[in-house]
Nanobody, 129 residues
Framework: QVQLVESGGGLVQAGGSLRLSCAPS????????MGWFRQAPGKEREFVAT????????YYADSVKGRFTISRDNAKNTVYLQMNSLKAEDTAVYYC??????????????????????WGQGTQVTVSS
């Protein structure tokens, strides 16, 4: 059973920064893309960012573009989400997601929850205003 483990969430003031990490526990495996999603209370889960595993191609939601950066360390099989200039509206549970199926389209198309196969438990990010 593959599990993704997120870390790095917490409480931060508006304008501050946090870095989230995501790594699989147990057996490693081939992967084609990794993504970050978030879900605020009373709202649906929404796409944040995605990165292709081998090529490093990235894509962001408009709401975080220019503030968040997704990156990966293949040696550690880990994906990061650097979040800068945080706003109160960034408060949410952040989820890491893994896609094990091939990419049949440019990565910009993979922004839905159903595009990913494995999910982490989530890590809470709270931004105080």
């Amino acid at each position: 059973q593959v599990q993704l483990v997120e870390s790095g969430g917490g409480l931060v003031q508006a304008g501050g920064s946090l870095r989230l990490s995501c790594a699989p526990s147990g057996r490693t495996f081939s992967t084609y893309a990794m993504g970050w999603f978030r879900q605020a209370p009373g709202k649906e889960r929404e796409f944040v960012a995605t990165i292709s595993w081998s090529g490093g191609t990235t894509y962001y939601a408009d709401s975080v573009k220019g503030r968040f950066t997704i990156s990966r360390d293949n040696a550690k099989n880990t994906v990061y989400l650097q979040m800068n200039s945080l706003k109160a509206e960034d408060t949410a549970v952040y989820y890491c997601a893994n896609r094990r199926r091939l990419l049949y389209s440019p990565i910009t198309y993979y922004t839905g929850s159903s595009d990913y196969d494995y999910w982490g438990q989530g890590t809470q990010v709270t931004v105080s205003s």
